[in-house]
């Protein structure tokens, strides 16, 4: 329980920096950033991961809206545990490699997968209003879903192909998580990059 109430603490410390700070920290949704911190205490990382999570995406996002060349607002950075996936549609490889360099510059990244779309004709980015409605969808269908722990989970959908990535204890859960996405009508198609890591006894 005392772990918990840090954690807690420790996520409406990160509410106050994203708050405060300039540039792309200062364009989180503070309403989004309350849901997830609502979800830290209940997740499988230790207070180190959560506090160097948030250090990493922030850092990453910096990086990128500081480079025009590197089109942030194409890109998600999802971040679990220290592992990082970069999801989303840019519109050269170079923009591509820019991202994936940022990243992998962080020490901190334990491992990096490089899932952005490069575009090569119009409509492949995507619309970025159903792409939001379908990640709402997604978050609505794994917290109904018993037995699967969606607070240890991130995803991002674009143009209908999702990207999942965080933690499952087991590959039912894993399994699991990606039938209830396949079930959204607006989904064409999964990625899975969940990492599983057994409940320790």
């Known amino acids: 329980m005392r772990q918990a109430r840090l954690k807690f603490l420790l996520a409406w410390g990160a509410i106050a920096t994203a708050l405060a700070a300039p540039g792309a920290l200062a364009q989180f ?3 989004t950033i309350l849901g997830e911190v609502v979800s830290t205490a209940m997740d499988v990382r230790t207070m180190a991961e959560v506090r160097n999570d948030i250090a990493i995406s922030a850092g990453v996002n910096q990086t990128l809206l500081d480079d025009e060349r590197a089109q ?3 890109v998600t950075v999802l971040v679990f545990a220290q592992h990082v996936v970069l999801a989303g549609a840019v519109r050269t490889a170079e923009a591509r490699k820019i991202a994936e360099d940022a990243a992998r510059s962080d020490e901190r990244v334990r491992s990096l997968r490089n899932d952005l779309i490069v575009i090569k004709k119009p409509g492949e980015e995507g619309s970025f209003v159903r792409d939001k409605a379908t990640d709402v969808k997604i978050n609505a269908k794994l917290t109904a879903a018993e037995g699967v722990s969606s607070v240890n989970m991130r995803w991002k959908t674009v143009n209908g192909e999702v990207v999942l990535m965080g933690v499952a204890r087991s590959d039912e859960e ?4 990606v039938a209830k996405i396949r079930e ?3 989904v064409k198609g999964v990625k899975s990059r969940l990492r599983i890591v057994p409940k320790k006894e």
Do not use: S
Not at 174 to 177: G, I, P, R, S, V
């Open 29 to 31: 949704n503070p309403f």
């Open 72 to 74: 942030w607002k194409g």
């Open 174 to 177: 894993a399994q699991l998580a």
């Open 184 to 186: 959204i009508e607006e």
